[in-house]
């Protein structure tokens, strides 16, 4: 018996949205990865600043994990609202 070559896509929406519905929008390209990346980051300090971590510190923790940003690209990430997309 062949062995099924499965392929598990890692979901960072898992609180929103089933596994499946991720795989499927993200084949379609209906995901913003981007926008994914920062909602990750956002709830990263969020839960950093509730376990009273220093804001400089908690984003300083969160450039570690993304070396490719800068300090000030954290801080308008946590700090500014996601826009939201209008379709026109």
């Known amino acids: 018996m062949e062995k099924e070559e499965v392929k598990k896509i890692d979901n960072p929406l898992a609180e929103l949205i089933s596994d499946d519905i991720y795989e499927l929008l993200l084949s379609k390209g209906l995901i913003n990865e981007r926008s994914v990346r920062d909602y990750q980051i956002r709830k990263k300090f969020k839960r950093l600043r509730e376990s009273k971590v220093r ?25 500014n609202p996601p826009k939201n997309i209008q379709v026109s």
């Open 55 to 79: 804001t400089g510190d908690a984003i300083d923790m969160l450039r570690s994990e993304y070396p490719y940003l800068q300090f000030d690209t954290i801080r308008k990430i946590v700090h």
